[in-house]
């Protein structure tokens, strides 16, 4: 039973363009969401997050958007630069649980 | 400040052994949650501890347990090993709910 979904398994970019990474999520109880960034041989880095009280969080070049009627979050990363290259997860959590689910993560391309 | 750090990076075992990995949290923080990541599963969470206390669990044998210490310092064990249970191995450390997660690099077990 996968709760949060990342449907798209990568994504190409180029560079300077906007990069968006989506997420569904099933369980109408999470309150909590973030991305994280991975890349090869690294643990997941926190980028962003988000609770559900609001629709949007905004961080230098990233933006994350809650849309919690559809269930679905997304994280815009503008401009993509080639750095920006990696495998990128969503996750949730409902507060009290002390449980986090991961999506499986969409690989991001960033071409130069 | 010091960041997590997990021993061993790389392990190989054989079926049927069993293996105790190691984390060691961000100074300060009393949260250590543990995952598994396979490749297409994403990461999959095993289990959290705060305080020396298991607070959840994911779905997972009995064969995976885990205990914490009064430093926060936190192992898990996987008993009787198999060829499924190769995978990188996760461990993150917060300060509580509804906060980020810091991630160590992994350990990458490899059972033959």
């Known amino acids: 039973d996968q709760q949060v979904k990342q449907n798209s398994p990568s994504l190409s970019v180029q560079e300077g363009r906007i990069s968006i990474l989506n997420c569904d999520y099933t369980?109408?109880?999470?309150?909590?969401f973030l991305w994280y960034k991975k890349y090869p041989a690294e643990g997941p880095t926190f980028l962003i997050s988000?609770?559900?009280?609001?629709d949007k969080n905004e961080d230098g070049r990233f933006t994350v958007f809650l849309n919690k009627s559809a269930k679905h979050l997304s994280l815009h990363i503008v401009p993509s630069q080639p750095g920006d290259s990696a495998v990128y997860f969503c996750?949730?959590?409902?507060?009290?649980?002390?449980?986090?689910?991961f999506g499986t993560g969409t690989r991001l391309k960033v071409l130069a | 400040k010091a960041g997590v750090t997990q021993t061993p990076r790389y392990l190989i075992k054989t079926r049927g052994q069993q293996v105790t990995l190691s984390c060691s949290p961000i100074?300060?923080?009393?949260?250590v949650s543990w995952y598994q990541q396979t490749p297409g599963q994403g990461l999959q969470f095993l289990f959290e501890y705060f305080s020396e206390t298991q607070r959840n669990k994911g779905n997972f044998p009995g064969r995976f347990s885990g205990r914490q210490f009064s430093n926060s310092r936190s192992e898990m064990n996987v008993s009787t090993l198999e060829l499924g249970d190769s995978a990188l191995y996760l461990c993150a450390s917060s300060l509580g709910s509804n906060n980020e997660q810091f991630f160590g690099p992994g350990t990458r077990l490899t059972v033959l």
């Open positions: 100074s300060g923080h009393r949260s």
């Open positions: 369980n109408s109880m999470f309150d909590y």
């Open positions: 996750a949730a959590t409902n507060s009290g649980t002390y449980k986090y689910i």
């Open positions: 988000i609770s559900s009280i609001k």
